[in-house]
């Protein structure tokens, strides 16, 4: 009875956490600063009997709720974090609430709901049932800008995790057995000497000038880096004024590639870069490492038992009133855009799928987005999902994203998402044996003998001043 429990409770309780969702959604907070999502779900979970941990590694909107006692122990990864300058209407025109104000342009109002939904239904389950085990929801800061995990995970805080569970909201439902990119976010400082540019531009030296000269040096390092590699940067400083020789300025840079040595390797070339520039320039340069995540490491063991799971919780279907907003959502983005999403739906004529999708053959390949939730996977095994909460063409960061993720679209999918991830964290308590071993052994093939270890130095605090 187990799963149907699961399930019945789930949908008896779905508008309980739409509303909680659609709080979040309504109060967006950018990363590091997200007290309103933080604050609301460890009240929630806090009053379904959760033991809350607050200010989990020095963040104080990071927590950890547990349920439970002894092995195994399973995580469910939240998120809560919005985007600057996406705030938007649940409308399919361009509409902000707020002006240049955050919104939740990827989704982490229903990604981080969706955990506390599982974790709760499966709470409510072990008791009536008496399951032995521990679960945990794990509210994670800043995926935003990829290191709030990071830092959590670096003071060990999934150290102990028999299996992670974890998704994202998407344009279909798909169980994700492809790597993300390893990633470094890194800040360069260049320091020279102020003069007046017209009177005595000889007096000066112009950190500006350092920055232009990396950044060239790097656009020609893009031949010489394996292919899906990418470099982007922008001048977060380039000076006060045009009469002033540029005393400070600062190029902040994301390097990302398939694997976390093909990332340090680059992070080695453009060090050497940045010091060529100081060299030429007489200035000098020192760097600041933000974020610096791995790639992600799939699961087939939990990565099947997720899919089995998937195709239990029925069929996600949508009102023709939800077919209508979404093809007007559509209809203001590129036509070939959107057929190029909708070519893993199978068909042209499909904009909110609801088929499962599984592709065991992915494992090895690697997609082109980064996220700290991938550190998790080189800690314990690791599934994931996406479900269809966005219609096929729209892009994350957008305000069509923020329109679609505050929309009963984004809701019916954030439900999917917490049955397929509920119903598999009984599968792994009730058979833990059978399925874990599996992963675990699975795992250790994967990583190699190749431990753990942050890659933000210890030095380096998370920035919540």
């Known amino acids: 009875m187990g799963k149907k429990t699961i399930l019945q409770w789930l949908d008896e309780h779905n508008v309980e956490f739409t509303e909680i969702a659609q709080k979040i959604w309504d109060h967006p907070q950018i990363a590091y600063k997200e007290t309103y999502a933080s604050d609301l779900q460890k009240s929630v979970l806090h009053e379904k009997g959760f033991t809350i941990t607050s200010s989990v590694a020095g963040i104080p909107t990071a927590f950890v709720a547990e349920f439970g006692s002894g092995t195994?122990?399973?995580?469910?990864?939240?998120?809560?974090?919005?985007?600057?300058?996406?705030?938007?209407?649940?409308?399919?025109?361009?509409?902000?609430?707020?002006?240049?104000?955050?919104g939740h342009g990827c989704g982490h109002n229903l990604l981080g709901?969706?955990?506390?939904?599982?974790?709760?239904?499966l709470k409510e389950t072990m008791a009536m049932e008496n399951v032995s085990g521990t679960i945990r929801y794990y509210g994670c800061p800043a995926e935003e800008v990829l290191s709030g995990k990071t830092f959590m995970a670096r003071e060990g805080v999934f150290d102990d995790l028999d299996c992670a569970l974890t998704w994202h909201p998407g344009k279909s439902n798909i169980v994700v057995n492809m790597s993300m990119q390893a990633m470094v976010s890194i800040k360069y400082h260049f320091k020279g000497i102020t003069a007046h540019a017209a009177a005595a531009p000889h007096a000066g030296r112009s950190a500006l000038d350092a920055v232009e000269l990396m950044n060239t040096g790097s656009n020609y390092l893009r031949e010489h880096i394996l292919d899906g590699s990418r470099i982007h940067y922008v001048i977060t400083n380039g000076g006060l004024a045009p009469n002033i020789v540029p005393e400070d300025a600062t190029v902040w840079y994301y390097l990302r590639a398939s694997s976390r040595e093909h990332v340090e390797d680059m992070l080695r070339r453009v060090n050497k870069i940045a010091e060529g520039s100081a060299l030429m320039t007489e200035t000098k340069v020192s760097s600041e490492i933000i974020a610096n995540v791995y790639e992600m490491l799939p699961n087939n063991t939990i990565s099947e038992v997720m899919l089995e799971n998937m195709n239990e919780c029925g069929v996600l279907e949508f009102t023709q009133d939800?077919?209508?907003?979404?093809?007007?959502?559509?209809?203001?983005?590129?036509?070939?855009?959107?057929?190029?999403?909708?070519?893993?739906?199978?068909?042209?004529?499909?904009?909110?799928?609801?088929?499962?999708?599984?592709?065991?053959?992915?494992?090895?390949?690697?997609?082109?987005?980064?996220?700290?939730?991938?550190?998790?996977?080189?800690?314990?095994?690791?599934?994931?999902?996406?479900?269809?909460?966005?219609?096929?063409g729209v892009q994350f960061h957008s305000w069509q994203a923020t329109a679609s993720f505050g929309s009963s679209i984004g809701y019916k999918g954030m439900h999917f998402a917490a049955k397929t991830m509920a119903l598999t964290g009984y599968d792994l308590l009730i058979n833990k044996n059978s399925i874990l071993e599996k992963a675990k052994k699975e795992f250790l093939e994967d990583i190699d003998g190749k431990p753990y270890k942050a890659g933000i130095p210890n030095e380096v605090k998370p920035p919540v001043q």
């Open 72 to 102: 195994p122990i399973i995580g469910l990864m939240g998120e809560y974090d919005a985007l600057p300058g996406l705030s938007q209407k649940a409308s399919a025109i361009k509409e902000e609430v707020v002006l240049d104000g955050p």
């Open 113 to 121: 709901t969706a955990g506390v939904e599982a974790v709760i239904a």
């Open 322 to 392: 939800e077919q209508n907003f979404a093809q007007e959502i559509v209809n203001t983005i590129d036509p070939g855009v959107v057929r190029n999403d909708q070519k893993i739906t199978g068909g042209t004529e499909v904009i909110l799928p609801v088929k499962n999708f599984y592709f065991p053959h992915m494992k090895g390949t690697t997609g082109a987005g980064s996220s700290d939730v991938a550190d998790i996977s080189w800690i314990a095994p690791m599934g994931m999902v996406t479900t269809t909460c966005a219609p096929a």
